[in-house]
């Protein structure tokens, strides 16, 4: 069988082919699978290399966060919550109040104020509200909504329509706008144990 093996430079051609295939084997069963392997690991050593880096500056901005927490805890404690009142009646008397002041301190006039029925709510605190129907101009009605939005304690405003008189062609135009609104605060219901802030 060695004998019908070719010679010369079609043995050699041939020898080199075996060598050619046999490197080509031994890389595609050992050196591809080890240099995978490599790559693989370097990409999971770059990928955690980022995260540190990260995490890192994270760790950096913790003592800043911790400190604005504990500013806002400090603001909140000090912050009123709950309106004052034994009852329902005094503590909506006293939003009535609180609300005509904003609205005059605004520019708007109160048309009618509605008491809405107060109702518990989860954590011992009662809602209360006011239905109310105001007359003002835009920039009046703008300043009152942000006085409202920045009220001790938190006023919260809900069911907003807001209205604007019709003009007939040629007439002078008419600045004034109509709004209907809920404004509703909370009161700590004693019965429950809580306490106003």
Do not use: C
């Amino acid at each position: 069988m060695i004998a019908t093996l070719p010679t010369g430079w079609q043995g050699r051609l041939l020898a080199l082919s075996l060598a050619f295939l046999a490197l080509a084997g031994l890389y595609a069963i050992a050196a591809a699978p080890l240099l995978d392997l490599y790559a693989e690991r370097a990409q999971r050593i770059e990928t955690r290399r980022a995260m540190l880096a990260k995490l890192n500056t994270i760790a950096g901005e913790l003592p800043v966060l911790r400190a604005r927490v504990s500013e806002l805890r400090a603001a909140v404690g000090s912050k009123k919550l709950t309106l004052d009142g034994a009852s329902d009646a005094i503590a909506s008397a006293a939003l009535q109040g609180h609300i005509q002041e904003l609205a005059g301190a605004a520019g708007i006039s109160i048309g009618s104020t509605e008491s809405l029925p107060a109702e518990v709510q989860q954590g011992g605190y009662r809602r209360l509200g006011l239905r109310l129907v105001l007359n003002g101009t835009y920039e009046s009605l703008a300043r009152l909504l942000g006085r409202i939005e920045t009220a001790t304690p938190p006023l919260i405003v809900d069911n907003l329509q807001i209205r604007s008189f019709q003009r007939r062609p040629g007439a002078t135009p008419v600045v004034a706008l109509d709004a209907n609104l809920e404004v509703y605060a909370f009161r700590a219901d004693e019965t429950a144990g809580t306490t106003a802030r």
